[in-house]
């Protein structure tokens, strides 16, 4: 049987609580929210915290979406499925309701929180693409107070973040651009699965051409650098069926997939 190590239990009442408790208790301290990515960890040992700090009573300081003329902003504890519920984030971002709709099932979706979601930094997690295509801004809070984090630089790795062990991700902004329009498109064994594959991608237009555009891939081990010549390809160019099939090219070269029992690498590649 599965299941986890000894740990204790604490509740936070704000978030100046919450980060308290995490500067007191150390690296041993984990935030659980939703715990749709923890709890699995925990009953298989992977993740072993000392300490459960429980933020579900901080909705009312982290969950919200607020979407203003430059700028989208969601809060740490918004549940995935307000997230696909929200018409004005689905204008303005279309990407987002693309990806929740794909996102496990509705358990977890009224459950797990777009926070969780980006804290546990699993390759094969659909809202990190989203929030890369984007050029999502992360927002920490520690003992010192707030900082920002671009999400290519909070992203360090699989399972890694660039938070401190003292720090909480309470905020996620989305700077929004006119003219701009997004999507994402997910391959699965099963609906609710992880990705076989899946790309994001958000493009800008002026006329007939494209002058901005962000690529992202799930769970085939895109290299970021390679990916900057799918942009390439992009920017600059009618938005064609030419042009896109010549980026999915250059994108199928910019990853390296492995074959597991979701398919081939080959088959993830195209």
Same mark, same amino acid.
């Given at each position: 049987?599965?299941?986890?190590?000894?740990?204790?239990?604490?509740?936070?009442? +704000?978030?100046?609580?919450?980060?308290?408790?995490?500067?007191?208790?150390?690296?041993?301290?984990?935030? !659980? #929210?939703?715990?749709? +990515?923890? *709890?699995?960890?925990?009953?298989?040992?992977?993740?072993?915290?000392?300490?459960?700090?429980?933020?579900?009573?901080?909705?009312?300081?982290?969950?919200?979406?607020?979407?203003?003329?430059?700028?989208?902003?969601?809060? #740490?504890?918004?549940?995935?499925?307000?997230?696909?519920?929200?018409?004005?984030?689905?204008?303005?971002?279309?990407?987002?309701?693309?990806?929740?709709?794909?996102?496990?099932?509705?358990?977890?979706?009224?459950?797990?929180?777009?926070?969780?979601?980006?804290?546990?930094?699993?390759?094969?997690?659909?809202?990190?693409? /989203?929030?890369?295509?984007?050029?999502?801004?992360?927002?920490?809070?520690?003992?010192?107070?707030q900082r920002e984090i671009g999400i290519d630089e909070f992203m360090v790795g699989p399972y890694e973040t660039a938070l401190a062990h003292n720090e909480m991700l309470i905020e996620v902004r989305i700077p929004l651009r006119h003219n701009t329009s997004s999507a994402y498109a997910k391959v699965e064994r099963r609906v609710g699965d992880w990705a076989v594959a899946a790309a994001g991608s958000a493009v800008t237009l002026d006329r007939d051409?494209?002058? #901005?555009?962000? /690529?992202? *891939?799930?769970? !085939?081990?895109?290299? +970021?650098?390679? *990916?900057?010549? /799918?942009?390439?390809?992009? /920017?600059? +160019?009618?938005?064609?069926?030419?042009?896109?099939?010549?980026?999915?090219?250059?994108?199928?070269?910019?990853?390296?997939?492995?074959?597991?029992?979701?398919?081939?690498?080959?088959?993830?590649?195209?």
């Amino acid at each position: 049987m599965q299941v986890p190590g000894p740990f204790e239990y604490e509740r936070a009442t +704000s978030v100046d609580h919450a980060v308290g408790l995490l500067d007191r208790l150390g690296e041993g301290a984990f935030i !659980v #929210a939703g715990g749709h +990515s923890l *709890l699995p960890m925990m009953k298989l040992r992977i993740a072993n915290p000392e300490y459960l700090i429980d933020i579900n009573d901080l909705a009312g300081e982290l969950g919200h979406i607020v979407v203003e003329p430059t700028l989208a902003r969601l809060g #740490a504890m918004t549940r995935h499925r307000e997230v696909l519920e929200d018409t004005a984030l689905a204008q303005v971002c279309p990407i987002f309701a693309d990806a929740e709709r794909v996102i496990a099932d509705p358990v977890v979706r009224n459950r797990g929180t777009v926070g969780g979601s980006l804290c546990q930094a699993d390759p094969a997690e659909d809202l990190s693409t /989203v929030c890369e295509v984007l050029g999502a801004v992360v927002v920490a809070r520690g003992p010192s107070g707030q900082r920002e984090i671009g999400i290519d630089e909070f992203m360090v790795g699989p399972y890694e973040t660039a938070l401190a062990h003292n720090e909480m991700l309470i905020e996620v902004r989305i700077p929004l651009r006119h003219n701009t329009s997004s999507a994402y498109a997910k391959v699965e064994r099963r609906v609710g699965d992880w990705a076989v594959a899946a790309a994001g991608s958000a493009v800008t237009l002026d006329r007939d051409q494209i002058t #901005a555009a962000r /690529v992202g *891939l799930t769970a !085939v081990n895109a290299d +970021s650098e390679a *990916l900057g010549a /799918v942009t390439e390809a992009l /920017v600059g +160019s009618p938005p064609t069926e030419e042009t896109f099939a010549e980026a999915g090219r250059l994108a199928a070269a910019a990853c390296e997939p492995v074959t597991d029992q979701r398919g081939t690498a080959e088959y993830k590649r195209h």
